[in-house]
C-alpha cells in the first residue's frame, strides 16, 4: 500500500484536482468486492482493468490527430495501470497468506505480464522516435502535440514499467515458493502422455493381412 501512496503522489500530483480519481471505476470497485472470496475471478478482473489501460494508452498515441488534452490523460492512464498492478500484487499476497493454491493464478499472471511488458515497451520506443521532432523548427501544430503526447507520459511510463517489473519479480518468487510447498502442476510433470497398449496396437490392426482394403485388385487372394 505505501507503493500505491507514493506513486498517487509522484504521477498524480500535477493533475487538477477534478482530474483525480481512484484508478478503479465504480463499476470495477464493484465487480472487486462481488469477487472477494473468488481468487481466480479476481485476479482476472485485474489484468483486465490493466489491459484496458494499457489498450487506451496505445489509442491515444496511435491517434491520427491527438487532442490538446490527450497527453495528460496517457499520464493518468500509465498512473492508473501502475496502481492496479500494485493492487494485483497486495491480492496474491493475501490470497497466499489464506493458504491457497495459488499456481495456477501465478502462471497466468506471469503470462499476461510478458504481454504488458511487450505493449509498454514498444509505447517506450515510440515515445524514445518522438524526441527528434523537439528540435524540428518544421515541426507544425499537429507535430507539437504528438511530441506532448509522448513527453508528459516518458515519466509515468517508467512508473509503469518499474511496477511491472516488481510484480513479475513477486509472482515469480511466489510461484517458486508455492512449487516448493506443492510440487509442479500435473501438467508440467507429465508435458506428454505415453500412448496406452491399445493405442499403440492401433496401427497393427489396422494394417491386418486379412484386410483387403487399399490393395490393388491383381494382389487380392483369390
Do not use: W
Not at 468486492?33 to 491515444?60: H, K, N, T
Not at 493492487?87 to 497466499?96: G, K, P, R, T, V
Not at 523548427?137 to 517508467?158: C, F, G, I, Y
Amino acid at each position: 500500500m505505501k507503493r500505491l501512496a507514493v506513486l498517487l503522489v509522484l504521477l498524480c500530483a500535477g493533475a487538477p484536482a477534478q482530474m483525480r480519481h481512484d484508478p478503479l471505476t465504480s463499476l470495477e470497485v464493484d465487480q472487486m468486492r462481488d469477487s472477494a472470496q473468488e481468487p481466480r475471478r479476481r485476479i482476472d478482473l485485474l489484468l483486465g482493468f490493466a489491459r484496458a489501460r494499457l489498450l487506451a494508452v496505445e489509442r491515444l498515441h496511435g491517434a491520427a490527430n491527438p487532442a490538446p488534452h490527450d497527453a495528460a490523460k496517457a499520464e493518468e492512464l500509465l498512473c492508473d495501470f501502475a496502481l492496479i498492478i500494485d493492487e494485483l500484487d497486495d491480492n496474491l499476497a493475501m490470497y497466499s497468506k489464506h493458504g491457497g493454491d495459488l499456481r495456477h493464478h501465478l502462471r497466468r499472471v506471469l503470462d499476461a505480464e510478458v504481454g504488458f511488458r511487450q505493449r509498454l515497451s514498444a509505447l517506450a520506443e515510440r515515445v524514445a522516435l518522438s524526441q527528434a521532432r523537439r528540435a524540428d523548427p518544421h515541426s507544425n501544430d499537429k507535430q507539437s502535440r504528438d511530441v506532448e503526447l509522448h513527453s508528459m507520459a516518458t515519466a509515468a511510463l517508467e512508473e509503469a514499467a518499474d511496477s511491472l517489473q516488481s510484480s513479475s519479480e513477486s509472482a515469480n518468487a511466489m510461484l517458486a515458493a508455492e512449487v516448493r510447498k506443492r510440487g509442479e502442476l500435473r501438467s508440467e510433470k507429465q508435458p506428454g502422455r505415453p500412448k496406452s497398449q491399445s493405442q499403440s496396437s492401433q496401427p497393427q490392426s489396422s494394417q491386418s493381412p486379412n484386410s483387403e482394403a487399399g490393395q490393388p485388385e491383381s494382389e487380392r487372394p483369390q
